[in-house]
């Protein structure tokens, strides 16, 4: 455990100190979300100039990754399943990702169409990696009766790194890369490792974060 938290201290420390056009990396993090109401204009422009608005956006890029960093070092691998994001019950949102080869993809595709386990996960995770051998369970013991789907956040990590680590490790999970970080806040992701699982309608059933999730009682409330 001290060594999974060592790790990631390490990575909160270069997310602070990483140059201005590596951020790039994790575009979601740069803007706040758009919502009713927010409107970038003429006054957005006027605010400060670029160069202010360059060095306020690399501020707040830096101290919110930090956060987040922070969020994952503070709950570490032991942190229990819980039901945390997207609300238990809610229909999933239908969101675009990349493939791995760059394409973007629909991920309606899947909902509705069968019971789907969505990870968001990245390659730095050690709660990801504690999960990687209970979803190798999973397919080998539901097989097709269930879809695996692995949404890589963008994160201190490339679709190029993604892919590569997909298969260096077989995951079992059709991966993904949210470049834009669409996915991730229309399911409100907290942390990644934030497993959402849909019943073959499109439900919500069940969401948790952490590696020492029960992944085989989440999968038999979707089937």
């Known amino acids: 455990m001290n060594t999974d938290r060592g790790v990631l201290l390490s990575v909160f420390i270069r997310v602070l100190l990483l140059p201005y056009p590596c951020v790039s990396a994790a575009p979601w993090l740069l803007e706040p979300p758009r919502r009713s109401g927010y409107v970038q204009g003429p006054a957005h422009a006027a605010s400060g100039g670029p160069l202010l608005d360059g060095i306020m956006k690399r501020l707040s890029t830096r101290l919110l990754a930090g956060a987040a960093a922070l969020l994952v070092l503070a709950t570490g691998p032991s942190l229990r399943a819980q039901e945390s994001g997207i609300p238990v019950g809610s229909a999933a949102p239908v969101v675009t990702v990349d493939?791995?080869?760059?394409?973007?993809?629909?991920?309606?595709?899947?909902?509705?169409?069968?019971?789907?386990?969505?990870?968001?996960?990245?390659?730095?995770?050690?709660?990801?990696?504690?999960?990687?051998?209970?979803?190798?369970?999973?397919?080998?013991?539901?097989?097709?009766?269930?879809?695996?789907?692995?949404?890589?956040?963008?994160?201190?990590?490339?679709?190029?790194?993604?892919?590569?680590?997909?298969?260096?490790?077989?995951?079992?999970?059709?991966?993904?890369?949210d470049r834009t970080g669409a996915a991730a806040e229309a399911y409100d992701v907290p942390a990644t490792s934030y497993i959402v699982v849909l019943d073959r309608t499109g439900k919500v059933v069940y969401t948790g974060l952490g590696g020492d999730q029960d992944l085989e009682a989440a999968v038999r409330k979707a089937l």
Do not use: M
Not at 124 to 135: A, D, R
Not at 150 to 164: E, F, N, T
């Open 99 to 177: 493939g791995v080869d760059g394409k973007p993809v629909s991920l309606d595709r899947y909902i509705g169409q069968g019971p789907v386990l969505i990870e968001f996960w990245a390659t730095w995770c050690p709660n990801c990696k504690e999960l990687e051998p209970k979803l190798q369970a999973i397919r080998a013991k539901y097989g097709s009766r269930i879809k695996l789907v692995g949404v890589a956040v963008a994160v201190q990590q490339s679709p190029q790194r993604v892919k590569l680590y997909a298969e260096k490790h077989a995951l079992p999970v059709e991966v993904f890369y």
